[in-house]
Nanobody
Framework: VQLQASGGGLVQAGDSLRLSCAAS????????MGWFRQAPGKEREFVAG????????FYADSVKGRFTISKDNAKNTVYLQMNSLKPEDTAVYYC???????????????????WGQGTQVTVSS
């Protein structure tokens, strides 16, 4: 699976952005997908994830209620709708896929098999 993230940009606090992650490969629908982010000088952290069927989602506490993850298997794309953005959301955002966990959303980076190249999100105050 190859992943291509897009949609990042420079916005002001309170604005919204929608990130997209387009995947290649015929088995995209069988993958649990996750979004992670990495700010300068910090470790990569889990943001949100969705199981292959879309039945289950999971969010980091820091984004719960503001971000929404969704998956369109017909378009081989996973989205991250980010509302009420804050300066502390500034980071490079990565999408990732794993084919081993189909019922729950893993939050550890080492449990994901495929990664996109990242897209920069900058939120100014």
């Amino acid at each position: 699976v190859q992943l291509q993230a897009s949609g990042g940009g420079l916005v002001q606090a309170g604005d919204s952005l929608r990130l997209s992650c387009a995947a290649s490969g015929r088995t995209f629908s069988s993958y649990t997908m996750g979004w992670f982010r990495q700010a300068p000088g910090k470790e990569r952290e889990f943001v949100a994830g969705i199981t292959w069927s879309g039945a289950s989602t999971f969010y980091a506490d820091s984004v719960k209620g503001r971000f929404t993850i969704s998956k369109d298997n017909a378009k081989n794309t996973v989205y991250l709708q980010m509302n009420s953005l804050k300066p502390e959301d500034t980071a490079v955002y990565y999408c990732a896929a794993n084919g081993r966990y189909t019922v729950v959303v893993p939050t550890r980076t080492d449990l994901y098999d495929y990664w996109g190249q990242g897209t920069q999100v900058t939120v100014s105050s």
